[in-house]
Nanobody
Framework: QVQLVESGGGLVQAGGSLRLSCAAS????????MGWFRQAPGKEREFVAA????????HYADSVKGRFTISRDNAKNTMYLQMNSLKPEDTAVYYC???????????????WGQGTQVTVSS
């Protein structure tokens, strides 16, 4: 059984930073592609970023490229999302996901965390 637990969300002013964490159990983060998705009120869940185990590459949605950085700490079996220069439109519930696939690893796997709220005030 794979369990993913997110943390690190909160309220921040525009231009600020937050770091999200996703602690995994039942699956080694270094053995699969891990990623982040987000869902804003009234909108569909969307891809944010992914980190591929096979070639150690990263992928980002255009809306966050240059501002967000995804990373893994294999020793802690934890994935991170460093979010800088936050904008009000980044406000959403952020979800951790395992076993992403497809072109650019934008197709989510079946395992989701419970989500963590990020709110960016203007």
């Amino acid at each position: 059984q794979v369990q993913l637990v997110e943390s690190g969300g909160g309220l921040v002013q525009a231009g600020g930073s937050l770091r999200l964490s996703c602690a995994a159990s039942g699956r080694t983060v270094s053995s699969t592609t891990m990623g982040w998705f987000r869902q804003a009120p009234g909108k569909e869940r969307e891809f944010v970023a992914a980190t591929s185990w096979s070639v150690d590459t990263t992928h980002y949605a255009d809306s966050v490229k240059g501002r967000f950085t995804i990373s893994r700490d294999n020793a802690k079996n934890t994935m991170y999302l460093q979010m800088n220069s936050l904008k009000p439109e980044d406000t959403a519930v952020y979800y951790c996901n395992a076993d992403l696939s497809g072109s650019g690893y934008r197709r989510p796997g079946v395992y989701w965390g419970q989500g963590t709220q990020v709110t960016v005030s203007s």
